[in-house]
């Protein structure tokens, strides 16, 4: 067996990938997964291809394995917060704050695609996609790049900015399920909020990734004097990936969210099963991806998210 | 002098109001200042006649009267959060999500005009053009209402409700200044949670209703390895209203937002000073309310907020 | 009825509560109820009397008014935390950190009694047996004076501090119920941290008057993977005294802890029944301030508080 | 070079240690050092010897190297919190509430020593002494032990706890500091809760271990209307052991205080420097434990800790 993680800018992803499955390696492919629809389809077409010989690729969301996100992922599966209502997630960090800060790869679009959208707001879809259950199906979006010149890392002159600094949008997931995202590198004091809540009609679930080890919730059938969000400290033993780990209390570094992620991608090649999340998931958030840049260079206006299956 | 506190439902608003003004009374009118611009036009008309023979109109967004809110503009006012990148605002409520809540006034637009989005959206948008000194220039809008249907207070049968339940947009405020709002009674769990959290490129805030003696404040000029939001208790003698109060550390309750609002007032008409916010502050917000509405009705499509001045 | 509110400094409260007592007006004193144990037996005797025929008398120890503290106190009482195994309390302010800040009557021992001890400490002391339902039946003692002399209000020369600054103390209440309390008034940064915590062997509350309209409560009865403090916002309309208040989610201020004391000492008048805490409580918890200065004076020894009863 | 690590319970640290140092082995020992005075100086002796011929030895107090605390030495001994008046620590857990939790070798004096002050209390006694960079002078303390018999391991029958289930005391450091402690197994709902905090006549810190990469700072010098404890995320690539890390709030676990503990002992050794803390260290704190438990034993008494100079 071998495996190849693909960990490149996004725009060599698709190259990489398909090539390795070819060869009948299975593929780890960093987030997000391409830096096109057209990409991204072409490498789900080639996971599907291989998986029918039992080769296995898999999307790096890597915050699904953080164990308070799993833990909200089996809560709402079970039923616990009830019908959702609402979807509120932000990615919020302040590296590019500093107008000297230079232009990296990462603020270019050849290389990167997008700006704050396909490296932070692909979590956000992911995850909400991921915690509901459900798919975003239409999006409305502003994107705005705050600083459209910076320094060339060489020293030599200035380039220009050419992806999102930032990026807004609203959607929605199934019937009466609406949400919010944004992402961004300019949230001066912010260094990893990621922050995802979740509002059910039974209940509420809310996270952040400066806080990973903790997870608020609470419950409308708690009488209303003893209601409240409660913070659970994701350490008991009974928690996702935590029968490995330390003593209740002792808590998790961020880096475990991807030994929890190779541990399922290698338990899975063993067993013949195939790993969560799959390129067509990957893809998908591609799809969202693609129409925020599409609502944002269309004066906002609502975009639907092609479906899976093909259907409207 | 005699002064007219205007709190009945917003249909009545401006029919009290212009009645009050053309008698020479003062008036305090609640929030929203109307249900239609053009009725909250004809209310700023009526103000700026009135002020012509010295009587005062005020809107009640009492909010901008919490001591930490007004802390936040002051130092925003100084400069000390630079030029405001990122506006993030909610305000959540979850007294509607059980589905068996009758059918008040405020659930029908006839006498409500909206729902969330005029009850709670309106705080939002006074405080964002407040705290940042900057109006909304335009907004993308999606609402929903998840329960169409409720039981009539009098306990015969069920009725439609005709506001919405929830309200979330975009928007953008002066050149490189983005913003995202969510108003809503559906958030499970929130009781009073008006959150807003200002990114400047030299620092942040950020504020929540339920604590609402706390301010939290950043500067980037602090070394990085001291940096993080600090948590002000706004309750030193040299903070906004405090100087009448109680010691430091003495917290002070939601309803002096309306004891500084009135002595505010009352100091303003005494000293012949327009108090703030002014009848044409309200029908600004009513501006950007009606823009929500509007583009939320055309598929969340970017919909300018008419200036002030009547011009683009 | 005539109702007289002792508010002077502690070493008058006994001439003129005894006073107004004999001449059967209702008294409210201030806490802590004297100087000293001595006084404030003459004082409970004095209110024994006057019960005798109907007048009633009250310590003012505010605090059992907070909302959440009451109803940290029904919650004990209903057994939902168990048998209490621990009681963790401090009052930390700061206002004594400059040297400058003059001599007023707080730092003498003739009019104030203590320091710390009896301003802050009394409030703990008697939260503590309050909350529990419990006496505390001995203490071992530590007390400091940081700053010993500090210049004079009106600006001529220094005088000497002849109070603690600060008082730690170990105690035990009931059979398997040990506490720790600190009170200090050099706690930089603390304005306000009157902070209580009850570990019991089915569940926990925690409590900072920072925050005083939250409750933090856990039960070992949840399961484990779901358990957490949450946090209770005690502005629900079954909580204790907010019937007559705002919605929820809409907090309260300090002051109120004195409305709703006068609210239950008129109530009781009224009703004929007698207020509470009495004098005798009172009483009590200045046996323990005793029980704390004298351990302090003596090597921090443990130190008995005597019972009411009279007996060990 | 050759190290032994040893983990064993504190019955056999002396045995294996001074073996090992004798044997010219450099050695990390678990804390608390040993399990008496006597063990511990012949551990300090050992290395003492050992130390002549460039072999090292260091006691594991890792909490040392939690990021946020080395941050919070470095804050003290460049006098930001200025002259300490307060030090605060517990260390609360709870895996023992549960009465039917089996009689391990940590609740037997045999084996462990004590309870809760060894394992948890040495803890806070390091730290204590680290941070302010001054020893305990003096003690007074309580212990108790909750839960007197407990079911064997095995199944048949019962046996007894020999070792305190809580331990609280009070002490002193340098003249005008004065310091509260409490180690407990029964803090119901408290996983890990080591929580220190500092109050200089210049700031204050404070750190809770839940929230291990936090921590909380705050200046008298910045003005009273911008005053407050700032949240420290110490992620940042300027903060202790943090350069070799993730960037900025990607936070860190537990495990990493015994990454950084071994890359400090053996950068030492390889620079031939002693590592600290020192035998003599865990030697001093062993002290101070054997003051709390003689305090305890004698009424609360003040029990003075002998200084390691030999002079009082």
Known sequence: MQLVDVCTPGGSHAEISIAALDASKHVLCEKPLANTVAEAEAMAAAAERARARGIRAMTGFNYRRVPALALARQLVAAGRIGAIRHVRACYLQDWLVDPEFPL???????????????????????????LTGQLITGVSAVTETFVTERPLAGGAGTGAVTVDDAALFTARLGPGTVASFEATRFATGRKNALRIELNGDRGSL?????????????????????????????????????AAWWPPGHVLGWEHTFTHQVRDLVT???????????????????????????SAAHGSRWTPVPHPSGKP
């Open 104 to 130: 990296t790869w990462r603020l270019q679009a050849g290389q990167a695609g997008s700006g704050a959208l396909g490296d932070l707001g692909a979590h956000l879809v992911d995850l909400a996609q991921y």
């Open 206 to 242: 809310a996270f952040d990734l400066e806080r990973l080890n903790e997870l608020e919730f609470t419950e409308r059938a708690v009488k209303e004097s003893e209601g409240g969000f409660r913070r659970i400290l994701v350490t008991e033993p009974d928690h996702p990936y935590l």
């Open 268 to 294: 899975a090649i063993a067993e013949g099963r195939d790993p969560e999340p799959s390129f067509a998931d990957g893809l998908q958030v591609q799809r969202v991806l693609a129409a925020v840049a599409g």
